[in-house]
């Protein structure tokens, strides 16, 4: 799910609260309806394909959109193609998906694999390679430049290595020498969300200047040029606040905090430690050709971002050991926090005034960064790196109609 999106950045256009919403609908939409065509049998009858996913927005969204298949394809098709959803948790989906594979069992055809899950089965045999069915539909059913490079690159390609991203950008899918495993189904960003009624309320921008010395950020151009991690360690201690104590000119009944970040299930705790040791200049791995850990996730970058994460849980709620993307938006709905990290696909409710306290004072914001002022690395300049978060839609290799569908469409 995790990958490196973006170096060291210039101008960015702001997050508005209407692409918050629909980052994730936009995309699921712009691919489906080429992936069931993927999938259509060849045979002339009724046929219930099964798509299996997490349990979260995009799959729910995925099933939504499918119901209106099944009338589209009886009447283009003459028999109706029925998409069933398999979802499943997050925290046991790979578990659900090696032990199909590993019978080869066709409980499934279609799957949202994780980014990290498709070396694993494109080397097992588990899912069918794509470059026949991209090279045949290019521009047709699919346009593969429409995403960003990147995108393609850690999504749907294995060695990625062999991919070239800017031979991408001059359009060459690489085709002969690339090997693609799947296409987008879903593709996010991380995000930050604040709240400026916090932020920019005159008596706690007194307070914190004449505590930390510098001043708080009151606009989308001061994050997004200056702030670092470190001082939003500092903003989080600075807004934990005990009931009985005064936040904003009021008096709180009850304990407020500085800030949610993602710590539990899965890969979610990797997220802010990747993004302070990549700003940094680290890496967890050397890639090929040595592919070494030793020496990079236990350097002394790694080791300073991994204490800077931990240093943040004093200032989270009671239970964020375990916040994953509905606890932290849950957690900023409700007034409990002044910043929350999260997938920019998901903060949509923190605005639906009807779901959140917080709906007319929250703002969205990119992630901070660091100056890269001490290490190997150190150059003086401020770098934000955040995650690419999402997975590709693959086909599985023991799909019961497997050889009608593939040799009536792709060959």
């Known amino acids: 799910m995790t990958r490196k999106m973006s170096s060291l950045l210039t101008n960015r256009s702001a997050i508005t609260k209407a692409q918050a919403a629909v980052v994730v609908i936009i995309v699921v939409i712009a691919i489906i309806a080429g992936a069931y065509y993927l999938t259509l ?122 991919f070239d991203e800017e031979k991408f950008k001059t359009g060459d899918l690489q085709l002969d020498k690339v090997s693609y495993w799947g296409v987008p189904h879903e593709a996010d960003v991380m995000g930050l969300v604040w709240r400026a009624d916090l932020f920019t309320h ?38 934990t606040r005990k009931a009985g104590e005064k936040l904003a000119g009021n008096v709180l009944t009850e304990d407020v905090y500085g800030c949610t970040t993602w710590n539990a299930k899965y890969d979610s705790s990797a997220y802010q430690f990747h993004a302070y040791l990549w700003d940094l200049g680290g890496e967890i791995w050397s890639g090929p050709p040595q592919f070494k850990a030793s020496g990079y996730i236990n350097s002394e970058l790694a080791v300073e971002a991994a204490k800077w994460y931990a240093s943040l849980m004093p200032f989270e709620p009671p239970g964020a050991e375990s916040y994953w993307f509905d606890e932290a938006v849950t957690a900023m709905c409700q007034g409990k926090v002044a910043m929350s990290i999260n997938a920019v696909g998901f903060i949509g409710p923190v605005w639906d005034k009807t779901k959140s306290k917080v709906a007319d004072v929250a703002q969205c914001t990119v992630w901070p960064g660091l100056v890269r002022d001490h290490g190997p690395y150190a150059d003086g300049k401020f770098y934000q790196y955040t995650q690419l978060v999402g997975q590709p839609m693959c086909v599985s290799a023991y799909s019961k109609s497997l050889s009608e569908k593939w040799d009536c469409r792709c060959i």
């Open 41 to 162: 049998p060849a045979k002339k009858g009724p046929v219930t394909l099964v798509f299996t996913s997490p349990e979260w927005l995009p799959g729910s969204l995925t099933g939504d959109i499918a119901k209106g298949f099944t009338a589209w394809s009886e009447k283009n098709l003459g028999y109706p193609v029925t998409v069933k959803m398999d979802l499943n948790p997050w925290g046991t989906y790979h578990d659900r998906l090696a032990t199909v594979f590993s019978a080869k069992g066709s409980d499934f055809d279609i799957l949202i694999s994780d980014s990290q899950f498709v070396g694993e089965f494109a080397e097992a045999g588990h899912i069918i390679k794509f470059n026949d069915w991209i090279k045949a539909h290019q521009g047709k059913d699919i346009d593969m430049f429409d995403f960003p490079p990147n995108l393609v690159k850690y999504f749907c390609t294995y060695p990625v290595w062999d």
């Open 202 to 239: 005159p008596d706690e921008r007194a307070a914190f200047k004449a505590k930390y010395g510098y001043d708080l950020p009151q606009s989308y151009e001061d994050w997004d040029t200056k702030v670092t991690w470190i001082q939003f360690r500092d903003f989080a201690e600075f807004f």
